[in-house]
């Protein structure tokens, strides 16, 4: 199945924000309906399959029903060409048969087409991760240098604020806009997709004009396998404390921003040993609890 339209513009929004677990269920939902997303309509999964997406247990029925309300009250808002508006759920309807243990799920027939394309996958999967306002106009931009095969890409300050929707009296000093725009978009971004990005300013005097961002790609995304932009399924902690697990079970469910704050934490204490936790890894807690499982067993709510 084939995109029969050209996306201008493509973002995610949600009243509540995904949590990690969230994001966790959506990818190991999608991940076992992927390949007959173009054949099927609704989807069969196991509990015991979701072991892992809230910690080491199952989830319970509780946990579940909150990830699929904010998923499915996630929507997908898009402009195409020629000028037509669309929007969907990221997540379709879904029926938890507790007896049966099992959860019934289907995708819309839109999210159906667009998770077909690696690109527009990306886009979806990526832009549920953003929290700062403008990483998904700034990945917009430099997603589309990048998948055409673009090693930088040079853009006017007037027109990058115009596309970033800035007023004229908003972070008009470039110290600002680098501070409070450009750094928490490209550190996001950098996090997430399948490319990174550097930046450096031409100036006329003291007055930057032109940026230019170098892109450089993390891993090759073949349009015959758009399946690789699915994030793998977490590497599952083993814990036997019953506390230990829901300290880990907490950080999950944590808000993006309260979930900083542990990492953060986890890269000083690293650190202070010589160790080093690369960004890379915010979204991989299992890789880095050690550093804060006793602080948040002392400072997160029961």
Partial sequence: ???????????????VPLTLADRRLFNYLLLHAFDQLSSQKKFIIDFDQLQGVYGNDLPSLEHLKKSIRRLTHTIIELEVKPKKWMMTSLLGQTELIE?????????????????????TLEKCLIQAHFIHKYSSLLYDILASAHYAHQL???IDLSD?????QLSLEKFRNFGDF?????????????????????????????????????????????LSQAKSVIPPKRQQLFIEDP????????????????????????????????????????????????????????????
Wanted: net charge positive; aromatic share 12%.
């Fill in 1 to 15: 199945m084939k995109n029969k339209f050209i996306i201008k513009q493509l973002q995610l929004s949600s009243v």
């Fill in 243 to 302: 506390e230990t697990e829901r300290s880990y079970a907490y950080l999950l469910n944590a808000k993006t921003n309260e979930r900083r704050k542990y990492f953060n934490l986890a890269r000083k204490k690293a650190a202070k040993n010589h160790q080093t936790i690369p960004e890379e890894l915010f979204d991989c807690p299992d890789e880095w609890f050690q550093w804060v499982k006793n602080h948040i067993l002392k400072t997160a709510p029961s």
């Fill in 160 to 164: 990058l604020r115009d596309r970033l």
């Fill in 99 to 119: 007896d049966e243990n099992q959860i019934f799920y289907s995708f819309s027939s839109l999210c159906c087409q667009l998770f077909t394309d690696p690109v």
């Fill in 178 to 222: 680098n501070r409070f725009v450009l750094m928490p978009a490209i550190d996001e971004i950098n996090s997430y997709a399948s490319f990174a990005i550097k930046f450096h300013t031409i100036r006329k005097g003291m007055k930057v004009l032109q940026i230019v961002f170098n892109i450089t790609n993390k891993r090759t995304i073949p």
């Fill in 152 to 154: 930088s890409y040079v």
